[in-house]
């Protein structure tokens, strides 16, 4: 029972990292965030992946999965602190979410709840075939709108990490149960042996 309520809530947890996942795919996409896009293009097969090792007992599936949400933990961790700008980085001039191939940023800067963005005519601070604009009104800034989806992601990678190494540790323990009964071991059922002896009896009439 305890290894079915693990299994399934991990199920549940990878299922609601998959959604929040290609939630965030799409407005990267709109963004043009390429960086975000292959990471969170990673994260979706290593979520697949760890839904395939809990359904198939897979247990080194999942620690692949776990250490993959410590690497996610970390991304996510980077991406709170460049849109609040610690330390040396800063929206203005480093474009490390785009590779630094265009001035994109994210898609919640135009889009955000109720922002309203005005452009600037003949502004002689747009490169060719850009324009200036300024969004004002906005419910929430762009900047802490990525963080709580970052941060979302990783409150939900710690609860799979525990789940994770919790469902692996099941699944070990199992085999290695199962190998003592006597799955695959040399104490099992051995058939009588036949001697090679024949006594001879005699025959009474």
């Not at 979706?44 to 198939?56: E, H, R, S």
């Not at 135009?110 to 502004?123: A, M």
């Amino acid at each position: 029972m305890g290894k079915c309520d693990g299994r399934c809530t991990l199920l549940v947890i990878c299922s609601l990292q998959l959604v929040a996942a290609l939630q965030r795919q799409v407005f990267d996409f709109l963004g043009y965030q390429w960086a975000p896009i292959l990471a969170n293009f990673l994260h979706i097969m290593a979520v697949i992946l760890g839904m395939f090792g809990t359904v198939q007992f897979r247990f080194r599936y999942l620690i692949f999965y776990a250490v993959w949400l410590v690497l996610w933990v970390g991304w996510n961790s980077f991406i709170i602190c460049f849109y609040l700008e610690v330390g040396n980085l800063s929206q203005d001039r480093d474009f490390l979410m785009t590779f630094n191939t265009s001035l994109h940023r994210s898609w919640w800067m135009e889009h955000g709840p109720g922002c309203l963005v005005t452009p600037v005519l003949d502004s002689r601070m747009a490169p060719d075939d850009h324009h200036v604009i300024t969004v004002s009104g906005c419910l929430l800034d762009y900047q802490y709108i990525e963080v709580l989806s970052s941060a979302i992601q990783i409150l939900l990678a710690l609860f799979g990490f525990v789940y994770a190494c919790y469902v692996s540790k099941v699944f070990q323990d199992d085999e290695d149960s199962f190998d003592f009964i006597g799955g695959f071991d040399s104490y099992g059922y051995q058939p009588p042996q036949k001697s090679s002896h024949l006594q001879l009896q005699p025959l009474y009439t």
